[in-house]
């Protein structure tokens, strides 16, 4: 599915679309499963965060080691090779600025990182030639619920040329270079119409909590 | 595929999982340290600050304050899953290059930026770091090149049932 049509989604879920285009949406959604599939997954998206945001950050927390239990420390490409699936988040996750840290803009990748104890990443320093390493991948997989079926899709994956190409993009901001220091962060995008706004979301450290919850 | 698509959920989750319960009590503006105007002498070439807009997200039932303006990202998810924004700041810190600005956020926290460099077609290159007095840095670094205007945000900060919402831009 391209990114097109998951934005379309994205729009009807969001109540975005004009009426016209909600409806046809709906007859969409009505013959294709994959176009349900990926609604309802979407739809799951807004609910866990929902959830999440009245949790504490315990179980957060609990999450971001799940995820980041999942992340190596080779590069983007190893992790590939590793029978990861790449991400290909929707667009309130993956239009990433093509600049930076040539992320999502290059193929609707979400970047997870973490760091510990100070490595920095910069967009310039691909992690393979990094002189801080270890440091994160770029590219993250995520723990499932189930064994992941088949090689990783290579669809998402960004090429350098691609990157390469991104970096010279035109962007309004961008993310050059983060170090979340022994905490958690995420990086992605945000639309905002013709414009692109990246975001630093920080895991703040819960005060309280030394719980851990289950993986999702 | 189902399981596939909910991988960036996970993420997704993981990154807002945030909110740290706490006593809902309207926050006291920050203090910039560098509120002063401007020494008076001669004019630099090129004059940038950072405006930054402190906001608290929650799930009240207020909507998103008009002092904030229009930011189409906040209706957007992650943020949207926020049903409330309330400007808790607005500083403007002139950045020059080598002179760090400092401005106190709500929780305690210190904002710091600085200019690191000056780029073509009314772009600058910023620093910006979040301090916890007394302990660890928050967050140590972070570099973000942006033209004149254009947004970038941290969020995540946990406050006051609820987190804080970061919204800078570099403005002349």
């Given at each position: 599915m391209n990114r097109d049509a998951e934005d379309r989604l994205m729009r009807y879920l969001d109540g975005d679309c004009e009426p016209a285009e909600a409806a046809e949406v709906e007859r969409w959604l009505a013959r294709s499963p994959e176009a349900r599939a990926l609604l309802a997954d979407f739809e799951t998206a807004g609910e866990l965060v929902r959830e999440v945001s009245h949790q504490g950050a315990a179980r957060a927390d609990g999450i971001a080691d799940s995820v980041m239990a999942h992340i190596?420390?080779?590069?983007t490409h190893d992790h590939h090779a590793g029978g990861g699936r790449l991400l290909r988040p929707g667009r309130w996750l993956a239009r990433?600025?093509?600049?930076?840290?040539?992320?999502?803009?290059?193929?609707?990748v979400a970047l997870f990182l973490r760091s510990h104890g100070g490595p920095v990443l910069r967009a310039s320093e691909p992690p393979a030639s990094s002189?801080?390493?270890p440091l994160v991948l770029p590219v993250a997989t995520v723990p499932t619920a189930e064994p992941q079926a088949?090689?990783?899709?290579?669809?998402?994956a960004p090429s350098e040329p691609q990157a390469a190409a991104a970096d010279e993009g035109e962007v309004g901001a961008s993310i050059e270079a983060v170090d979340f220091g022994g905490g958690n962060g995420t990086i992605f995008v945000v639309s905002s119409g013709p414009e692109e706004t990246p975001v630093v979301w920080l895991m703040d450290e819960p005060p309280t909590s030394k719980g851990r919850m289950k993986p999702l | 595929m189902r399981l596939e698509r909910i991988g960036p959920l996970a993420v997704l989750v993981a990154m807002l999982g945030l909110a740290v319960p706490r006593a809902a009590v309207a926050g006291p503006a920050g203090k910039?340290?560098?509120?002063?105007p401007p020494a008076p002498g001669p004019a630099a070439p090129l004059s940038y600050s950072a405006e930054v807009l402190v906001l608290h997200a929650t799930n009240?039932?207020?909507?998103?304050?008009?002092?904030?303006?229009?930011?189409?990202e906040l209706k957007k998810i992650p943020f949207s899953s926020y049903k409330t924004y309330e400007l808790l700041q607005k500083a403007k810190l002139p950045l020059k290059q080598g002179e760090p600005r400092t401005l106190d956020l709500p929780n305690g926290r210190v904002l710091q930026m600085k200019l690191v460099d000056v780029l073509p077609g009314d772009a600058a290159k910023v620093s910006a770091s979040i301090n916890q007095p007394g302990g660890k840095?928050?967050?140590p670094l972070l570099e973000v090149k942006a033209k004149v205007g254009q947004p970038f945000i941290v969020a995540g900060q946990a406050y006051k049932s609820g987190i804080l919402v970061l919204v800078f831009r570099v403005v002349k």
């Amino acid at each position: 599915m391209n990114r097109d049509a998951e934005d379309r989604l994205m729009r009807y879920l969001d109540g975005d679309c004009e009426p016209a285009e909600a409806a046809e949406v709906e007859r969409w959604l009505a013959r294709s499963p994959e176009a349900r599939a990926l609604l309802a997954d979407f739809e799951t998206a807004g609910e866990l965060v929902r959830e999440v945001s009245h949790q504490g950050a315990a179980r957060a927390d609990g999450i971001a080691d799940s995820v980041m239990a999942h992340i190596g420390s080779g590069g983007t490409h190893d992790h590939h090779a590793g029978g990861g699936r790449l991400l290909r988040p929707g667009r309130w996750l993956a239009r990433a600025p093509a600049a930076g840290l040539a992320l999502a803009a290059a193929a609707s990748v979400a970047l997870f990182l973490r760091s510990h104890g100070g490595p920095v990443l910069r967009a310039s320093e691909p992690p393979a030639s990094s002189s801080r390493a270890p440091l994160v991948l770029p590219v993250a997989t995520v723990p499932t619920a189930e064994p992941q079926a088949g090689p990783a899709e290579p669809q998402g994956a960004p090429s350098e040329p691609q990157a390469a190409a991104a970096d010279e993009g035109e962007v309004g901001a961008s993310i050059e270079a983060v170090d979340f220091g022994g905490g958690n962060g995420t990086i992605f995008v945000v639309s905002s119409g013709p414009e692109e706004t990246p975001v630093v979301w920080l895991m703040d450290e819960p005060p309280t909590s030394k719980g851990r919850m289950k993986p999702l | 595929m189902r399981l596939e698509r909910i991988g960036p959920l996970a993420v997704l989750v993981a990154m807002l999982g945030l909110a740290v319960p706490r006593a809902a009590v309207a926050g006291p503006a920050g203090k910039d340290h560098n509120a002063a105007p401007p020494a008076p002498g001669p004019a630099a070439p090129l004059s940038y600050s950072a405006e930054v807009l402190v906001l608290h997200a929650t799930n009240g039932d207020k909507g998103i304050d008009p002092r904030i303006g229009d930011m189409p990202e906040l209706k957007k998810i992650p943020f949207s899953s926020y049903k409330t924004y309330e400007l808790l700041q607005k500083a403007k810190l002139p950045l020059k290059q080598g002179e760090p600005r400092t401005l106190d956020l709500p929780n305690g926290r210190v904002l710091q930026m600085k200019l690191v460099d000056v780029l073509p077609g009314d772009a600058a290159k910023v620093s910006a770091s979040i301090n916890q007095p007394g302990g660890k840095t928050f967050l140590p670094l972070l570099e973000v090149k942006a033209k004149v205007g254009q947004p970038f945000i941290v969020a995540g900060q946990a406050y006051k049932s609820g987190i804080l919402v970061l919204v800078f831009r570099v403005v002349k």
